[in-house]
């Protein structure tokens, strides 16, 4: 379902984290963050952050190790 870099993406949403944290964490651009989170939410059928981050907390993607 999932691309690698978009799990970690996923996870790290998940946790809270900011997207300048994501994008130092990942040393991405905004345009590739923006992109991942595009390509999350289309997948999960969501409209935005908040919304992908309250599914990856309920399937346990703010657990995994990134």
Known sequence: ???RQEVV???LLSQGKQNKDIQE???IT???L????KNIYS?????????AA???VYNGYDRRIT
Do not use: A, P, Y
């Open 25 to 27: 964490e990942l040393f």
């Open 9 to 11: 993406v996923l996870s």
């Open 1 to 3: 379902m999932f691309t």
């Open 43 to 51: 997948k999960l059928g969501v409209k935005d952050r908040t919304q």
């Open 54 to 56: 309250i599914w990856g």
């Open 34 to 37: 923006m992109t991942h989170c």
């Open 30 to 32: 905004r345009n590739t």
